[in-house]
């Protein structure tokens, strides 16, 4: 017996660029599941990736964000 398809799983990489995002919390308010967070550093805001495990990559935080600081990778991986 032989395989005629293999599953594929979306493996997704998020990062934030801290030195460019602003704080503005655009994704925090559009991410639906709650995947961001806004934090107080050095006297200023920045959003922080808090949950990646639940990201499904929809890609409406690149949408949002206004500084371009969000980058997220999808990559199929055979199961």
Same mark, same amino acid.
């Given at each position: 017996m032989f @395989?005629?398809?293999s599953k594929? @799983? @979306?493996v997704i990489s998020l990062y934030i660029n801290e030195d460019i995002c602003t704080g503005c919390g655009n994704c925090v308010i559009?991410? @639906?599941r709650n995947v961001?967070?806004?934090i107080q550093d050095k006297n *200023?805001? *920045?959003a922080i990736v808090a949950s990646p495990e639940v990201c499904k990559g929809c890609s409406h935080c690149l949408e949002v964000c206004?500084?371009? &600081?969000?980058?997220l990778v999808k990559? &199929? *991986? &055979?199961m």
């Amino acid at each position: 017996m032989f @395989k005629l398809f293999s599953k594929q @799983k @979306k493996v997704i990489s998020l990062y934030i660029n801290e030195d460019i995002c602003t704080g503005c919390g655009n994704c925090v308010i559009r991410c @639906k599941r709650n995947v961001f967070v806004l934090i107080q550093d050095k006297n *200023r805001y *920045r959003a922080i990736v808090a949950s990646p495990e639940v990201c499904k990559g929809c890609s409406h935080c690149l949408e949002v964000c206004e500084s371009g &600081a969000i980058d997220l990778v999808k990559q &199929a *991986r &055979a199961m």
